[in-house]
């Protein structure tokens, strides 16, 4: 499975860009990830097949939106209200595993991985 990330961009503070991926095939559980210079990469969002479906990380709950589209095998981040510390480089991953809900955010899971779109959000 290969999978295609864009949407990144650059955005004033308290903007807002949407991140789409596309896989080449079926996949179950789905996420984004990101990784700022000098840091290790980190879970931001995750979406399962089946429900409770939606997690994400503390510091974007409430403006980040995870959402999938099964039959397209797609998976879309919508990122308002962003702010400095949200700039990075942004993965789109993919696991044919149906996830436990404490296995979302673990990016060790994840078989496949887009190749990064820079997210930079300006002060």
């Known amino acids: 499975v290969q999978l295609q990330a864009s949407g990144g961009g650059l955005v004033q503070a308290g903007g807002s860009l949407r991140l789409s991926c596309a896989a080449s095939?079926?996949?179950?559980?789905m996420g984004w990830f990101r990784q700022a210079p000098g840091d290790a990469r980190e879970f931001v969002a995750g979406?399962?097949?089946?429900?409770?479906?939606?997690y994400y990380k503390d510091s974007v709950k409430g403006r980040f939106i995870i959402s999938r589209d099964n039959a397209a095998n797609t998976v879309t981040l919508q990122m308002n209200n962003l702010k400095p510390e949200d700039t990075a480089v942004y993965y789109c991953?993919?696991?044919?595993?149906?996830?436990?809900?404490?296995?979302?955010?673990?990016?060790?899971?994840?078989?496949?991985w887009g190749q990064g779109t820079l997210v930079t959000v300006s002060s």
């Open positions: 991953a993919a696991s044919r595993s149906r996830m436990i809900q404490s296995s979302v955010p673990q990016a060790t899971l994840y078989e496949f």
């Open positions: 095939g079926r996949v179950s559980t």
């Open positions: 979406i399962r097949e089946s429900r409770p479906s939606t």
